[in-house]
Structure formats: structure tokens, C-alpha cells
């Protein structure tokens, strides 16, 4: 890490940074952009940071080639130059880029599992779900989902992406029988709690060097995390806590 960027009370670490991208962890509960809510958002904040840090006046590029879900945290790429933004797209779109994600699920998962199913999103509600046989508009998700820790009937799984479709991951571990801890609108989640999901990793070619970049990020230790201290972030004094309790 080299920096942080601090901005509207938001602490954003900055995990990798050069003349063409901008790597960051995104804290939970940020939106990626702006949206209805008006609440501050991460792409504002960190074109505000490139200007300051270095001193370029007007409207600062940079490109935004994937996203997370605003209760999501965890590591995002960002494009300082057009043409980096064009070929990071490129590698998203081909499915190149290596996602992967921690997540606490309700119940337990005892092997690494593939996950495939037909997804449909309605774009009116927002809302992901299997699709009928035949319904327009259904796209292939798939995943998987490898068993790290099983403790007080909950697992801790490091997921793989094979498709980019919106909430897969809460979808389709909700349709295996093993919803996210936490999650709201898929999982019965209750008030108050965060969803566990994190993306603690993300591998891509440099955009003009060609060479491999791998960040990583890890989730603080806090709601469901407490449950799973050897993969949370030691960067807080939640982590000296003998006891963890959710």
C-alpha cells in the first residue's frame, strides 16, 4: 500500500498506482458512482485525489471498467488513460481478469462445488433470479466456491468467478441452499448486519507493460469476519480480540 486516500470520512487505500492505473480498496457500503442516493461516491473521490496529488486542473479521466456492489468491499481496478480503460474493458469482457471473492455463507459447504445456473436480472427492481425454461433475456452464471474454514454452521469459501452477472454470487449461493451471512435482499439478512462479501483478489495484464498484476485486499474484522480472524485484515485493533463473537 502506498497511500490512503481520505475524503468525506472515508478511508480508501491505495493498493497499486501508476501513470496508467489506479488500484484501490473500496470500503463497504460506498457506492461506485453516483447514484439516486447523492451520497458521496468513489469515483468522485478518487478523481478529486488524482487532481490533488497531481495538480491537474479541470475534470480529471479516469475510467471505471468494473464494479462492485455498494455493500461490497474489497479490491477494483480504475483506468487513468483511455487506452488502459479500452484494454482493461477488453480483458473483463473476455473474462481474462481472475476475480475472486471471500464469502461467509449460512450452512456448510464441505468441497469445492461449481456452480451453474441460468440467471435473469429485472432491471426495473434490480433484482437477480433463475430464470423460467425459455425466458428471454437469461444468461449462464457460473462459479466456484472452495471451502476454506467450517465453524458454528458457517463456512468461509474463497469463489471463483467464470461470468460477470449481476449478484451471481448471492444468487446462486442462495439457490444452492447456502445464502451470504448478512445479505439483506437475498439472504435474510437482518438490520444491522453486513453482508459478507469481499473481494480479496484480482489479477490482470498490465494494460501497456503486459506483465501480471495481482492485488489483494483483505475484509475487516468485523460482523460475520469475527468468526474467521485468520483471514480478516490485522490492520485494526478489533483483530487483538480474544473472542470473537458475531
Not at 480508501?12 to 447514484?35: G, R, S, T
Not at 464441505?110 to 440467471?119: D, G, K, S, V
Not at 449461493?173 to 437475498?186: I, S
Request: proline letters at 7%; glycine letters at 8%; hydrophobic letters at 40%.
Amino acid at each position: 500500500m502506498t497511500d490512503c486516500v481520505r475524503d468525506a470520512g472515508w478511508t480508501i487505500p491505495v493498493l497499486y498506482e501508476d501513470n496508467h492505473l489506479l488500484c484501490v480498496e473500496k470500503p463497504a457500503n460506498l457506492p461506485v458512482q453516483a447514484d439516486s442516493s447523492l451520497d458521496r461516491d468513489l469515483l468522485s473521490i478518487l478523481r478529486d485525489y488524482i487532481g490533488r496529488r497531481y495538480e491537474k486542473p479541470g475534470r480529471v479521466y479516469l475510467g471505471l471498467v468494473h464494479r462492485l456492489d455498494r455493500p461490497v468491499g474489497g479490491a477494483m481496478v480504475f483506468a487513468r488513460t483511455s487506452k488502459a480503460a479500452a484494454r482493461l474493458s477488453a480483458q473483463f469482457a473476455a473474462h481474462t481478469v481472475q476475480k475472486r471473492y471471500y464469502a461467509v455463507l449460512q450452512g456448510e459447504l464441505r468441497a469445492e462445488t461449481r456452480l451453474e445456473n441460468l440467471l435473469v436480472s429485472d432491471e426495473r427492481t434490480g433484482m437477480t433470479r433463475e430464470a423460467r425454461p425459455g425466458e428471454a433475456g437469461a444468461k449462464k452464471a457460473a462459479l466456484v466456491s472452495t471451502p476454506l474454514l467450517v465453524r458454528d454452521g458457517l463456512t468461509l469459501a474463497d469463489v471463483r468467478l467464470e461470468t460477470g452477472r449481476r449478484h451471481q454470487i448471492r444468487v446462486q449461493h442462495l439457490l444452492a441452499g447456502l445464502p451470504l451471512w448478512g445479505d439483506a435482499r437475498y439472504g435474510g439478512g437482518r438490520p444491522g448486519q453486513q453482508i459478507a462479501l469481499w473481494a480479496h483478489s484480482l489479477t490482470f495484464e498490465h494494460p501497456t507493460l503486459k506483465t501480471p498484476v495481482a492485488i489483494e485486499s483483505l475484509p475487516p474484522p468485523e460482523g460475520a469476519w469475527r468468526k474467521f480472524p485468520e483471514y480478516a485484515s490485522k490492520n485494526s485493533p478489533e483483530y487483538a480480540k480474544e473472542r470473537f463473537d458475531v
